[in-house]
């Protein structure tokens, strides 16, 4: 339990036609299915996917979001969006996000999640061993150039 | 079973900004959505919802769509989408629809879709009686008015 | 310029079923699509519209937003959305949102977003007086109710 | 002007969270989304960019989708989407569409989309020799190959 800095996994995403809107750049919304992207990575890069979390009849709802939006990200580029696990408590965890883009300077976007770890009946269960040990360890793909 | 003329059921929907897409007007995607709201609208008008459909353990999901997209909608614009059956067969059923838009004169965009009835194990299953008499039926509430 | 307690526009949604996700409930990015709607019928009820801001080479894009989810919300529910204006500065405008359901205590969503006006050249710019006075005066619909 | 084969150009495409629904597949809408990531990644294997050709002032609107959705497709799973060019006229283009993905066999989903090209004052025009020979020939990276 604790503030944790947690390795960043790394994704990359090209931003689709239908992500964009009259403005000419991406609509706000879509960041946010960017930054479950990024969470479906770095469970990947842990060494368990999601799905293997519900299947087991665990849970991780959103419960809190927020998200600074400092530059424009328009159709085609691709982006890469940073995630790290930032802080996590006895049943919920605060994930990280940093959106760069390739020829730019600094982060275009900033963001953080909560959640919350549920069962199957929706209440608040306490993170396993095995998951908290993944929040406090380097991740697998980092882990096998000897880090 | 066979080819019906089911009455129509009227949708009234405004177009959202994040439905747009960088060519100013509403992405193609999103009509298969409007659709679908359409349907949910056809349900109620026939006295039943979707919702009390899977609670019965029945499903319809979508096997084929179809858009045809003649003229453009754009953001905020209220736009009509008519919804009935037009053919049904032992566990299948057929929607058609038509956009239109106050102002503009005849339909900006037609489709149709497909749908299966399945049970909880994913298995296609007839389409019980009081299902089918809604398709062949005037919905509620122009009966409500004496048609 | 400063805090301001703006009166509430509420809109009304019906969630889409391609709103929800395997979770069973509505995915997390898809209140910011409501809250979306929310400002548009916000404009409105102050008398104007987003398009007719564009119109006059005015955009209003996110630079923030913030939402907590407090309850979840369904397919096929319909939900109240209330908007107000919670602070302006020179250049940029706070909406603060509450998200409430019919038969359920409490606000299910908050959320607040920071908008920047920008002109044709991206750049942001002061907020006409036309557009202040209306964030501090009440929406027309109660005023016709002579409130 | 007629009936073309043109090679397939494949892409590859991971489910996200947000794009399934309650039904617990991927929600039918969101194939359209990637059909239009697999028409992007046709230009690039073409040697140029679905933006270069907006900023030509040339548009490629969808003016009709048809989508036959034969099997299930889940939230992570990664999927094939081949797209080529199937028939062109004048001034529009025929794509089509098959997604598959590895450990099943068969086709998933088929679908095709018309489009016509358009010009800044969306007209349809005359697609210009350059992108006829495209839809003509083989991409690069196969011809790269030596094929």
Known sequence: MG???????????????GET?????????NYLFWFEVARGDWCRAHGFTYTSLEEKGLFLPV??????????????????IRVRVAEFKRASIKFEYEVTRD?????????????????????????????????TTTAERDSADGA
């Open 103 to 135: 020829g730019t300077n600094g982060v275009l976007t900033q963001g953080y999640t909560w959640h919350v770890l549920m069962n199957r009946d929706r209440k608040a269960t306490s993170i396993p061993d095995w998951l908290q040990a993944h929040m």
């Open 21 to 29: 809107d009259q403005m000419g750049h991406a609509y706000y919304a």
């Open 3 to 17: 503030i944790v800095s947690g390795d960043w996994v790394e994704s990359r995403i090209r931003v689709r036609y």
């Open 63 to 80: 419960v809190e979001a927020w998200v600074r939006y400092k530059g424009e990200i328009r159709y085609d580029q691709e982006i890469t």
